[in-house]
């Protein structure tokens, strides 16, 4: 099975989509159990691991497997996963920090605002701005999907596209909002 795993995936990194689907099918939700065993954050195995078929598409003419494609994309979702901890431990400890400051320069201005008024406030203008400056169909999926809470499936067929386009738009999105926002969901998430 590995050597022909092994032809599959040299199709795909010929661009073959039928090739891709295969993979997607067979070990997205392998990877995303083994992943969230890891981190035991269903959001961030999610991403993770659509991160990984993303990037594996994105780079199927670049990537060379060595043993199987089950190997490489176990290593890859556990890689990956480490460095998630790792950025996760220094994020927080940033955020302690920055949060720490903030507490300090409202008892200093003596505001009369609660802090959590203000970061709630500024999380919603950055959310909106970081919204729109998404792509069209970009926007349009994560729309759909995260605030009026359509499944993949549904959102596929409404847009007449199909739910790997869902997923991998919705990856977009989820990537891009996150680099935008990063710094105001620590201190979301500290604030609670």
């Not at 590995?2 to 010929?14: A, C, D």
Request: glycine fraction near 2%.
């Amino acid at each position: 099975m590995t050597t022909n795993e092994i032809e599959i995936f040299r199709k795909m990194s010929r661009g073959d989509e039928g090739a891709f689907e295969y993979f997607f099918k067979k070990y997205y939700g392998r990877l995303y159990n083994y992943c969230y065993d890891l981190l035991k954050d269903s959001l961030a195995a999610e991403e993770i691991v659509e991160e990984l078929f993303f990037r594996v598409w994105e780079k199927r003419d670049q990537i060379v497997v060595q043993t199987s494609p089950a190997a490489y994309f176990y290593r890859t979702v556990y890689n990956n996963s480490l460095n998630h901890l790792k950025h996760k431990k220094v994020e927080d400890k940033f955020l302690l920090y920055q949060t720490h400051q903030a507490f300090e320069e409202i008892e200093k201005a003596n505001n009369s605002f609660p802090l959590s008024t203000l970061i709630e406030k500024e999380y919603e203008i950055k959310l909106q701005n970081s919204i729109e400056k998404l792509p069209d169909q970009c926007r349009q999926i994560f729309v759909m999907s995260r605030l009026e809470g359509k499944k993949n499936k549904e959102i596929a067929e409404i847009l007449e596209v199909s739910v790997n386009t869902v997923k991998t738009q919705l990856l977009r999105a989820l990537t891009r909002l996150q680099k935008d926002l990063k710094h105001l969901l620590v201190v979301l998430f500290f604030k609670n």
